[in-house]
Nanobody, 123 residues
C-alpha cells in the first residue's frame, strides 16, 4: 500500500509563512511527480504547484497564485515534498492536498491523495 500524509498547516497572520510537508510512504517503486492542490470553502480544488521528475532531476512548476510567494522542493533522500509559503494572504485560506503520481512495487501506476491539511490566514 501507498500512503500520502500532509502536515504543517495551521493558523497564521497575513504576511506570515508556513511550510507544508507531503510524505509518501509504503510500497513505492518510483514517484514521477507530486502536486499541491488547495480547496477553499465553496470553491473547486485548484492546483497550486507541482514538482516533476526529469532525467536530470526534479523540475518545479507554479500556478499564478503561487508564483513569487511559494516554493516547492523535494528531499532527495526521502519521498517528501515541501511547500514553502510566504507572504500569505487571507485568500490562501484552504485545505491543502498533496497528490503523488506513483509506481508501486507491483508496477501499478496511480495517483494517491492525502487527507489534506488546513491553512488559515487571518486578516
Amino acid at each position: 500500500q501507498v500512503h500520502v500524509l500532509e502536515s504543517g498547516g495551521g493558523l497564521v497572520q497575513t504576511g506570515g509563512s508556513l511550510i507544508l510537508s507531503c510524505a509518501a510512504t509504503g510500497s513505492i517503486s518510483k514517484i514521477n511527480a507530486i502536486d499541491w492542490y488547495r480547496q477553499a470553502p465553496g470553491k473547486q480544488r485548484e492546483l497550486v504547484a507541482s514538482i516533476s521528475r526529469v532525467p536530470t532531476g526534479w523540475i518545479p512548476n507554479y500556478t499564478d497564485s503561487a508564483k513569487g510567494r511559494f516554493t516547492i522542493s523535494k528531499d532527495n533522500a526521502k519521498n517528501t515534498v515541501y511547500l514553502q509559503m510566504n507572504i500569505l494572504k487571507p485568500e490562501d485560506t484552504a485545505v491543502y492536498y498533496c497528490n503523488a503520481h506513483v509506481i508501486d512495487s507491483r508496477g501499478d501506476v496511480f495517483d494517491k491523495w492525502g487527507q489534506g491539511t488546513q491553512v488559515t490566514v487571518s486578516s
